[in-house]
C-alpha cells in the first residue's frame, strides 16, 4: 500500500471516529486528516483491522491517564504504551502527535505546562521502547480540551490524559 | 483609534495640574474604611445645539455609570431633583442640590457640530458651596461620544478620590462560545465597562491570555494556529498579526511586555520542561532567564522593569518568586497553605496579584511585594487570572462556573475586596487584560 492510498484511508477512518470520539478537534487539530473527508471505506481499516487506525485507538488503547498534578506514569499506562511502541513498531508508516492534557483544577499556564510534561512523558517512554523520535511530536492543550465535562472527580480522572494521535507522513 | 488623533483636550480656565489636588473639603479617602458611598447628582448635560440633544442624557448616564460602578458613589435617583440644569454658565442653586443630599454635583453641556462633538463639564461640592478644580472641555468625534464621558468620569473620580482614574481604558479578553467540550475563542477588545466589543480574531484557532502592551497598541496572545501554541504579537488599530515566537519543537506562551515595551518575557516548553526566556522584540533574540526542571510560567515585570514575579513548582507545589529582569536566584514570596499561581505585578508597584487554590477553592489576592498582608478578595469554584486597572484600585479576572453547563465570564473587585460585579458581555469570556489609561 503506497502511502497516498494509506492517507486516504486513515483520512476515512478518522471521519468516522470523529463521531464518536470527541477527542477529535476539527479545526484545531495538528494534522487537519479531516478536511476534505469522504465518507466511504467502511469495511476497509475497520476496528477488525488490526493495522487500522481504529483499532490503534479502540484495542491498543490510545490514551494514558494521570493522577491529579502529576505526569507520572501508572503500571497501567505503562502496560498500554508498550501495545503502542509494538504498533508504532508493526505500522512504521505512521507517525504520532502525543497530545497532553490536564483537568480544570488549576491556572491555564500551568495547565498547558503540566500537559507538555504528560506529553513528554508519554513520549520518552515510547521512545525508551525503541520507537523512533523522529515519529513523535508533541503538544500540550493545558484545560483546553476536555472530553467529559462534570466538575467531578470522575470526569476529570478522565480528561488528566495524554493522547497518542495517529499522522501520516510527518516525518518525510 | 482615529479619536487619539482627534481628541484635543482644552482647558477653558487655564490652570496647573497641581491645582486639581486642590479639592476643598469634599474628598473621598479610598481606604479599608469606606462603605458608605458618597451621593452624587449628575443631571442630563445641556446641549447647546439641536444636534446635541440625542447625547445630552447619554453622556450623563454614562459618566453616572463609571462613578456608581466604582462603590464609591450612589446616584441621587432623578426624580428626587428640585431643580433643573438648563445652563452651564448659570450659577447653581446649592440649596436645591442640599436638599436631595447630593454631596457632589457634576453638570455638563455638549456640543455638536457635524461629526465633531465637544464636552465641557464641572464638578460641585455641594455643601460648601464651592467648585472643585476649574471646568474642562473635551472635543472629539460623535462617534467617540462614549469617551468624552469617560474622560470627564475620570476627571470627576481623580478629583474627589485624589486617585489615578481608570475609566477612558479597554479590556483585550477572550471571547468563548459553545460547551466546555467544544469551546470556541477568539480575541475580542471592549471598554473597560463592557461597551463597543470588537473581536480582533476569527475563532478557528484556539487563543489564550492576551496582553496589552504599556501603550495599549499592541497584544501579545497564544494561538494554536501551526497546531502548537505559539505567542503571537497583534497591531490593535490593524489587526495585523505576526507569531513572535516559532522554535520549532517548542511551545510557547504566557507572553507579558515589559514595561517598556521592547522586551517579552514569556514561557518556552520543551521537553518536558517550562522555563522563563525574554526576548528582545526588534531582533527576536532571547535569553533564558530560569533553569532546572519545574515548570516556570506566568512571569510580570514589576513596573520599573528591573524585576520579575512568576510561579514554579520548584518546591513541589505552584509558588509566586521574584527574581531580577536578568535571571538569577529567584527569592519566595508565597508561604499560605495551597497553590499560588499567575502573579501580576501592580502598576503602582507596591502589590502583586495573584490565583489562589485551597481546599478546592480558587481565589483572587493581592500580597505586598516581599509576600506579607496576603488578603483574599474573591472565592468560588474557579477564580483566575487578574489583571489590575491602571491605577492599581480594581482588579478584573475569570470566573468559570462548575458542571457541563459550565461557562466564564468576567468579574472585577476593588482591592479592598468590595464591589464585586460581573462585567457584561455578549457569550462567555476569560482572561481579560486591562489596558493604560488612554490619551
Known amino acids: 500500500m503506497n502511502m497516498i492510498t494509506k492517507a486516504v484511508l ?51 488503547g490510545d490514551r494514558v491517564l494521570f493522577e491529579v498534578d502529576t505526569s507520572t506514569l ?26 497532553g492534557h490536564a483537568d480544570e483544577q488549576g491556572t491555564r499556564e500551568y495547565n498547558v505546562a503540566l500537559g507538555e510534561r504528560r506529553a513528554n512523558e508519554v513520549r520518552d517512554y515510547l521512545v525508551s521502547k525503541g520507537v523512533p523520535s523522529s515519529r513523535l511530536r508533541v503538544v500540550s492543550y493545558g484545560k483546553e480540551r476536555p472530553i467529559e465535562i462534570c ?22 | 483609534m482615529t479619536l487619539r488623533v482627534l481628541m484635543a483636550v482644552v482647558a477653558i480656565c487655564v490652570l496647573p495640574v497641581i491645582a486639581w489636588a ?20 449628575a443631571p442630563n448635560f445641556v446641549p447647546e445645539s439641536g444636534a446635541a440633544n440625542e447625547f445630552a442624557e447619554r453622556l450623563a448616564r454614562v459618566v453616572v455609570s463609571d462613578l456608581a460602578g466604582t462603590g464609591l458613589f450612589r446616584e441621587v435617583p432623578r426624580d428626587a431633583y428640585i431643580s433643573q440644569i438648563t445652563s452651564f454658565d448659570a450659577p447653581v442653586q446649592y440649596v436645591d442640590w442640599k436638599a436631595i443630599n447630593a454631596q457632589a454635583l457634576v453638570t455638563g453641556a455638549v456640543n455638536v457640530s457635524g461629526s465633531n462633538l465637544s464636552v465641557k463639564f464641572r464638578v460641585y461640592d455641594v455643601f460648601s458651596g464651592t467648585e472643585i478644580g476649574s471646568g474642562l472641555q473635551f472635543a472629539g468625534t460623535t462617534q467617540g461620544w462614549r469617551r468624552m464621558a469617560h474622560k470627564v468620569a475620570d476627571q ?34 471592549m471598554d473597560y465597562d463592557g461597551a463597543n466589543v470588537q473581536y480582533l480574531t476569527g475563532s478557528e484557532h484556539l487563543v489564550l491570555a492576551p496582553r496589552f502592551s504599556p501603550t495599549g497598541d499592541r497584544v501579545l496572545y497564544t494561538s494554536y494556529e501551526t497546531g502548537f501554541p505559539r505567542i503571537y504579537v497583534l497591531e490593535v488599530g490593524s489587526v495585523k498579526r505576526r507569531v513572535l515566537e516559532s522554535q520549532d519543537g517548542s511551545m510557547s506562551f504566557a ?86 499561581g499567575t502573579p501580576v505585578w501592580s502598576p503602582r508597584g507596591d502589590l502583586i496579584a495573584f490565583t489562589k487554590q485551597s481546599k478546592g477553592r480558587f481565589h483572587i489576592g493581592v500580597m505586598r511585594t516581599d509576600g506579607s498582608e496576603e488578603r483574599l478578595l474573591t472565592a468560588s469554584f474557579l477564580d483566575e487570572g487578574p489583571t489590575w486597572s491602571p491605577n492599581g484600585r480594581v482588579i478584573m479576572f475569570t470566573r468559570e462556573t462548575q458542571g457541563s453547563a459550565g461557562s466564564a465570564s468576567l468579574y472585577s473587585v476593588d482591592i479592598s475586596g468590595r464591589n464585586l460585579k460581573r462585567i457584561p458581555t455578549e457569550g462567555g469570556a476569560s482572561d481579560p487584560s486591562w489596558s493604560p489609561l488612554q490619551r
Open chain 1, 151 to 172: 466538575s467531578q472527580e470522575g470526569c476529570y480522572a478522565k480528561n488528566r490524559r495524554a493522547v497518542t494521535v495517529l499522522a501520516a507522513g510527518l516525518s518525510g
Open chain 2, 255 to 340: 507572553p507579558r511586555f515589559s514595561p517598556d515595551g521592547r522586551t517579552v518575557v514569556y514561557s518556552l516548553a520543551r521537553g518536558g520542561n517550562t522555563d522563563i526566556f525574554r526576548m528582545d522584540v526588534a531582533s527576536g533574540s532571547s535569553v533564558r532567564l530560569t533553569s532546572g526542571p519545574a515548570i516556570e510560567t506566568a512571569p510580570s515585570y514589576s513596573p520599573d522593569g528591573s524585576r520579575i514575579v512568576f510561579e514554579s513548582d520548584r518546591s513541589g507545589s505552584q509558588q509566586i518568586y521574584i527574581m531580577s529582569a536578568n535571571g538569577g536566584e529567584a527569592k519566595r514570596i508565597s508561604f499560605g497553605k495551597g497553590r499560588y
Open chain 2, 156 to 189: 470627576v473620580y481623580a478629583r474627589i478620590t485624589g486617585e489615578q482614574p481608570y475609566f477612558d481604558s479597554r479590556v483585550v479578553y477572550v471571547s468563548e462560545q459553545g460547551p466546555k467540550d467544544k469551546r470556541r475563542k477568539r480575541l475580542a477588545i
Open chain 1, 10 to 60: 486513515l483520512t476515512s477512518v478518522l471521519a468516522l471516529a470523529a463521531c464518536s470520539n470527541k477527542s477529535d478537534f476539527v479545526g484545531d487539530d495538528v494534522v487537519d486528516l479531516n478536511a476534505g473527508a469522504n465518507t466511504g471505506f467502511e469495511g476497509t481499516g475497520g476496528a477488525n483491522d488490526p493495522t487500522s487506525v481504529a483499532f490503534f485507538q479502540q484495542s491498543v
Open chain 1, 74 to 99: 501508572t503500571g497501567q499506562g505503562r502496560l498500554i504504551l508498550d501495545g503502542q511502541t509494538r504498533w508504532l513498531t508493526t505500522n512504521s508508516d505512521y507517525t504520532a502527535i502525543i497530545e
Open chain 2, 22 to 41: 486642590q479639592n476643598g473639603p469634599l474628598r473621598i479617602e479610598i481606604t479599608e474604611g469606606v462603605v458608605e458611598p458618597m451621593p452624587f447628582a
